[in-house]
């Protein structure tokens, strides 16, 4: 008999301890080598554990337990293999002389009892209705469904319905006062740890401003047909906004930087993490590399991360890095708000819907689709006019969308 242990691999060097979500194979299943046998559960997303070899699983962790890296979850038994078929052979009788059965004696029929049919008989055992107390309509005096609904017993409309002894009473109350607890999932966990973390070892400040809209919407109605006929794919907001701030990061290195104990850390390229909400939480992978990109490979990339997000498919890889961070409430209809920073990144800027207000241009009140947009900031690393310098930027690049195409 050879036993191997399977253990929880390594993630990575800031990953010290998963959470076993779920079990894909049950305890003694024959499994084929490679084949995924449980899920994962990391600070940053949902991975698949394959088997090492093949042979007889035998679970040891449960569900939902926290395991450190190296932990052993299962053993799988080598020696055990696949039968290579479930057909048996049947044993060879030999002849023997017939055996005389014994007559099987019919139940005798209660003659002065009416023939139902088998619904008019459910009908009658479950209102326990005697067939006896009246006629049938169907041929030689046979009791129909429609004889046994007939003669139904009506139930008063105020009789309370039975209750059987093992059912518990429903409350009648107009409302039901119910709680459940749940174990916080490691993403939730991880998440809420990362934002007590951002609110309480930063010194976090917002500035708002507002962007016209106008242009941009109807650069993206000229557009858009010839941009999905040579791309296959749309040109979304974020893309544009991804862009700008690309471009005004590039200028303002200290929005781009990070702080590192008592040094500041500058990076010469833009790695822009997008917010993605999933199931499980937010995540924010980044897209490498902003400033180098055209605009249909930024929205190739925003979807191929979200849609890998949604699915639980991020790697390691793709969940690292990030120089600044763009979330987008305006998608739930977020009118305005706060957001967190993205530990250890020193800016993050918050999108909100788009509304048509009025709005004073020249003197006259105008309707235009405006859009609040908020800047939160690590005042240890940004000043304040730093933080209102880039917003106003970013403003204008959009409300002049073409000066960013030709590169002003």
Known sequence: ??????????????????????????????????????????????????????????????????????????????????????????????????????????????????????????????????????????????????????????????????????????????YERNERREKMSRMRKTISRRLVSAKNQTAMLTTFNEIDMTEIMALRTKYQDAFVAKYGIKLGFMSLFAKACSKVLLEMPAVNAFLDEEELIYHDYTDISIAISTLNGLVVPPVKNVESLKFHEIEFKIKELADKARAGKLTLEEMSGGTFTITNGGIFGSMMSTPIL?????????????????????????????????????????????????????????????SMLMDL
């Open 1 to 174: 008999m050879s036993v191997i242990e399977i253990k929880v691999p390594s993630m990575g060097e800031s990953i010290t301890e998963v959470t076993l979500s779920k079990w894909l194979k049950k305890d003694g299943d024959l499994v084929k080598m490679d084949e995924p046998i449980c899920e994962f559960e990391s600070d940053k997303a949902t991975l698949e554990l394959p088997a090492e070899a093949g042979g007889k699983l035998t679970r040891i962790a449960a569900e939902g337990a926290d395991l450190s890296i190296g932990a052993i979850i299962a053993k799988i038994d080598t020696s055990a293999t696949v039968p290579q078929s479930s057909t048996a052979i049947a044993p060879v009788v030999p002849p023997s002389a017939p055996v005389e059965k014994a007559p099987v004696k019919e139940p005798q029929k209660n003659e002065t009892e009416p023939i139902a049919s088998p619904a008019a008989s459910k009908i009658l055992r479950e209102q326990n209705i005697d067939p006896t107390t009246f006629q049938g309509t169907g041929k030689d005096g046979r009791i129909t469904k429609s004889d046994a609904l007939a003669n139904k017993v009506p139930v008063p409309a105020t009789a309370p319905a039975p209750q059987s002894e093992t059912t518990p009473l429903k409350s009648s109350l107009p």
């Open 342 to 402: 993205n530990e250890p990144q020193s800016g993050i800027l918050g999108m909100h819907a788009i509304i048509e207000r009025p709005v004073a241009l020249l003197g006259e009140i105008k309707i235009r689709p405006m859009m609040y947009v908020a800047l939160s900031y690590d005042h240890r690393v940004i000043d304040g006019s730093t933080s209102v310098t880039f917003l106003v930027k970013v403003k204008k690049l959009l409300e002049d969308p073409v």
